[in-house]
């Protein structure tokens, strides 16, 4: 190893959870984004499919029209102040995509190695702790689908800065966005800190390592269906820490979030090789030395902060994606004979009245929290002769004087239906005509006056009401190779089924 090439001397890299560049980014003024999307509602009402078959098919193939119908809404500034704010003083790319077409995990090793090790799902608990004979869904270079022990003998950015005596630490909560638990080399590692909050400790103590990788608590990560203001706060907590101590001077802190979450993007994402790259996701660069102002279009991915990281102290690379000449470097964003810039301290962002008297419902028969989403609006795809409920926990303890939902434009009073867990559940059930819905909640504050829940006064999406029914069920979902599955899908219309089956032999 070799000096630093370059004035930075600590790099931080924070992967947040699950949004687009168009999703978060589409309005920003001079990016490539699309800016006439719907407005999106903080917080999201729910987890969207972002699977792998799921990332394919919604890019069919470039063509990027096989989203899920909630999947084509956008925020604006004025969701993501801080967020925006950052971009806006310090450099954005819009040509930055995720590594793997896929979910947390093959995204967050990738992060760290420049590859999935063939993963192609996110599980917990799997990693290198895993009981033996557990298996990860995953895939190879040629695109044929197996099932693997999920801990990796792959060569890892972390394992070359130990060698060249370069320090690291990795902060997350475990479970699956803890990259190095899934790698043969650093699972166990000491640096593999299992508690996000010890960075700010870390800074504020003096003891910042050359190279952080910091993940989310899984409250604060911005992952549906969490309001935006907890994972901005987070951010904004490590930005405020670094530009506040004796480190901004010498930092480049890069803001990413781990995959596509289910939201639309507009840009066809280049195909490298059988696991991507996904769609893209935003990336901001923040730094003394960050052009101000700067909009990134070189192509970027995960692996381009190893890139930057194996440059920057002079050290090999891993012989993957980092590797290849179209990934980016991320050196575009600097300029080492600026003037270095002044820290942009920004203010935690309010949490608004709302957040703290209204609150999604779990799933039936779910283990989630309440306020983890989901259960507003129960089944939230139906026909016209399904009964739809309106669910949300009025959390004070007075009988509220107003407790209405809104379905598009047309209002109803909400049932108290008794105590639950997190308060009181309020419902309104109803059958819909054919179409697309979307609604929000109203009830009095105790405090004086009403509050809205989204918090920002834009509609829950759904339910997606169709003139029929569907039933899907798989025969022999889960069955050894040569084994015939059996799908079947029964369809009700004007109170008569149909049913059509395929077959095919895995």
Not at 290 to 298: L, V, W
């Amino acid at each position: 190893m070799g000096p630093q090439t370059t004035l930075i001397t600590h790099a931080v890299i924070i992967m947040m959870e699950n949004h687009t560049f168009d999703n978060y980014f589409g309005r920003f003024p001079g990016a490539n984004g699309r800016n006439d999307l719907p407005l999106a509602s903080n917080p999201p009402r729910g987890d969207l499919d972002h699977t792998s078959p799921a990332a394919y098919a919604a890019m069919d193939h470039g063509a990027m029209d096989e989203f899920p119908a909630e999947g084509y809404v956008q925020y604006t500034k004025d969701d993501i102040p801080n967020y925006w704010a950052y971009a806006q003083q310090f450099g954005l790319s819009d040509n930055f995509f995720t590594s793997m077409a896929s979910s947390s995990t093959p995204n967050h090793i990738a992060m760290v190695t420049a590859q999935s090790g063939g993963i192609d799902t996110t599980s917990t608990p799997k990693s290198c702790n895993s009981t033996q004979n557990t298996l990860a869904y995953s895939k190879d270079e040629q695109d044929n689908h197996l099932w693997t022990f999920p801990c990796y003998n792959v060569n890892s950015l972390p394992q070359i800065l130990q060698n060249n005596g370069v320090s690291w630490k990795y902060y997350s909560t475990g479970g699956n966005w803890d990259a190095p638990g899934f790698i043969q080399n650093l699972s166990g590692s000491a640096n593999d800190i299992q508690n996000p909050n010890q960075f700010n400790t870390d800074v504020q103590s003096g003891k910042l390592a050359d190279v952080s990788w910091v993940t989310p608590p899984p409250g604060q990560s911005d992952h549906p269906a969490q309001l935006l203001q907890l994972g901005q706060n987070f951010v904004t907590k490590i930005v405020t820490n670094i530009m506040n101590s004796s480190y901004w001077s010498n930092t480049a802190i890069f803001l990413t979030w781990d995959d596509w979450g289910g939201w639309y993007d507009h840009v066809p994402p280049p195909q490298t090789d059988a696991f991507g790259l996904g769609p893209r996701t935003p990336l901001i660069v923040i730094s003394p030395y960050a052009k101000p102002g700067y909009i990134s279009h070189a192509q970027g991915e995960f692996a381009s902060f190893d890139k930057f990281v194996e440059e920057n102290w002079n050290l090999p690379n891993l012989g993957q994606r980092d590797a290849l000449a179209q990934t980016s470097d991320l050196m575009d964003f600097f300029d080492f004979q600026q003037a270095p810039q002044l820290p942009l301290i920004l203010n935690p962002l309010p949490l608004p009245p709302a957040y703290s008297i209204l609150k999604q419902p779990s799933m039936p028969n779910s283990s989630q929290q309440v306020g983890s989403g989901g259960g507003a609006i129960v089944p939230s795809i139906g026909g016209t002769s399904t009964v739809f409920k309106f669910s949300v926990v009025y959390t004070p303890q007075q009988t509220p004087t107003v407790a209405n939902v809104t379905i598009n434009s047309a209002t109803f009073p909400m049932v108290r239906i008794g105590k639950t867990k997190g308060g009181y559940l309020y419902q309104y059930s109803t059958k819909l005509k054919a179409g697309t819905y979307g609604f929000l909640f109203t009830f009095s504050n105790p405090a004086g006056g009403t509050v809205n829940f989204p918090v920002n006064s834009v509609p829950f999406f759904g339910p997606e009401v169709h003139p029929f029914v569907l039933n899907r069920s798989i025969v022999n979902e889960v069955t050894l190779p040569g084994t015939t599955v059996t799908f079947v899908g029964k369809y009700k219309i004007a109170n008569e089924y149909t049913t059509h089956s395929n077959s095919h032999r895995s």
